[in-house]
């Protein structure tokens, strides 16, 4: 029964159900529940440190229950996906309803498609990371899938990186450099991968040509299906689940610097270049996400197998809380700015 406890992920998605079947004040539910009820019970509930043994691990990899908890976020992103579309365009809602909506329906898009699909975007099988792919199309940051896996995982920690927040930038900052950045540096990759295949442009393996048609193709038939409001709705959703995700990239490794050697090359990632939360509340709705440290050691191990390592650097709240502090700079620079290692901190 403990490995049911995954499930609590879902506690988003049924959350931003309440929000489209009450209304009301009630469409800002979600974003209650994600920015208030959860970083309370972080607050109320301890941190669990424990790694597994190496019989519990076996179990935990080979049991497909794990992957068809994943599975099951797919239906459910855009079944809530659609029925908000429905509601925001057939009832006579008022303004503030449609931007609850939208908020409420921005964070399952960013908790449980976004990060999900980033989840089975480093999986071995094709089928997953077609899935992943999927629940990224509705955030139309499909170009992830490139950057992160081919990009990130490679500059994590480094200047080089547009997904690595600098030292005393606010998360406000980051929002835009990650983002722009993120998308041109995909280009660059996919350019760098059809060069390297001897194929052109209009190759049918130029994948960010093909996620370009497929997001436009997205939009086209909100706005033919939902009219103009249905795809305004759509885009903001779309722009506050993937200004979640760059929140989480801006906690995860803010400040964090690997050092240069004296061949002039990066040393290698570590558990000390990313920052870890072992609050259970975050841990089990972001799907171990914030054992980050153990993802970069090793990006094809399933979410639930990660490990914490005590070298790694520890944020002294869990990913959500920490989120809503990043949203008040003042405050995470007094918090954080001091435990970011000295030596990381460029002059």
């Known amino acids: 029964m403990k490995d049911l406890k995954y499930l609590a992920a879902l506690t988003i998605p049924i959350s931003a159900f309440i929000s489209i079947y009450f209304k009301g004040y009630w469409s800002f539910f979600t974003l209650i529940y994600a920015f208030g009820i959860i970083p309370l019970l972080e607050l109320l509930l301890p941190q669990n440190m424990t790694n597994y043994s190496e019989s519990e691990l076996k179990k935990k990899k080979e049991n497909p229950l794990f992957d068809w908890m994943l599975y099951l976020n797919l239906p459910i992103v855009f079944c809530l996906l659609v029925w908000a579309l429905i509601e925001v365009t057939l009832s006579s809602l008022e303004i503030y309803e449609i931007v609850g909506l939208m908020f409420s329906v921005g964070i399952v898009l960013g908790v449980n498609g976004i990060n999900v699909g980033h989840e089975l975007g480093h999986r071995h099988k094709s089928s ?92 086209i038939v909100v706005l033919l299906v939902f009219g103009s409001i249905g ?23 803010y400040g964090l610097l690997r050092l240069k050697t004296k061949s002039g090359r990066y040393e290698r990632v570590s558990e000390i270049h990313s920052w870890n939360s072992n609050h259970v509340v975050g841990r089990i709705v972001l799907y171990e996400l914030t054992r980050h440290s153990d993802h970069h050691y090793k990006s094809s191990k399933k979410y639930q197998l990660l490990e914490c390592y005590k070298e790694s650097p520890e944020l002294p709240f869990g990913y959500p809380t920490s989120m809503v502090i990043a949203f008040l700079p003042p405050l995470w620079f007094s918090i954080m700015n001091k435990r970011v290692p000295k030596e990381m901190i460029l002059k």
């Open 231 to 253: 795809l305004l709705f759509a885009f903001g959703a779309a722009i506050i689940g993937f200004l979640l995700l760059e929140t989480v990239n801006y906690i995860e490794h």
């Open 128 to 219: 997953e990371r077609f899935f992943g792919k999927l629940l990224l199309l509705p955030s139309l940051y499909m170009h992830f899938y490139i950057e992160h896996n081919f990009g990130h995982h490679l500059n994590a920690a480094t200047k080089e990186d547009p997904a690595t927040a600098r030292y005393n930038q606010s998360v406000y900052s980051f929002w835009v450099t990650s983002v722009f950045r993120q998308y041109f540096n995909a280009w660059k990759i996919q350019n760098k991968l059809l060069k390297n295949n001897k194929q052109g442009f209009l190759s049918y393996k130029n994948d960010m040509l093909w996620y370009a048609i497929f997001q436009i193709a997205y939009l």
